[in-house]
């Protein structure tokens, strides 16, 4: 399991927002670090992030990033989660 999770859905444009920004930050490690799921997938997605996504989400520590973030919360986040880039 990759360290990292990123909830989102087809056709948001803020969910392709933030993969760009987390992808800039991990530069060239995103698909090694994220899993992307979309949470068309299961109702319990659709109800816990619905009108939250997208959400980046540390399954380890349950810690969430929840939009709106930019690079320097995304560097805070995986900084403080010891995983850094």
Not at 3 to 9: A, R, S, V
Not at 12 to 22: K, Y
Not at 34 to 52: H, M
């Amino acid at each position: 399991m990759k360290p990292l999770i990123l909830f989102g859905t087809a056709g948001c444009h803020l969910c392709d927002d933030a993969q760009n920004l987390i992808a800039q930050y991990l530069q060239g490690q995103f698909e090694q670090m994220v899993d992307q799921i979309d949470i068309a997938e299961q109702e319990q997605w659709q109800e816990c992030y619905g009108i939250r996504i997208p959400v980046l989400y540390h399954p380890e520590t349950q810690k969430e990033l929840g939009w709106p973030f930019d690079r320097s919360a995304v560097s805070e986040f995986i900084s403080a989660l010891g995983i850094g880039a």
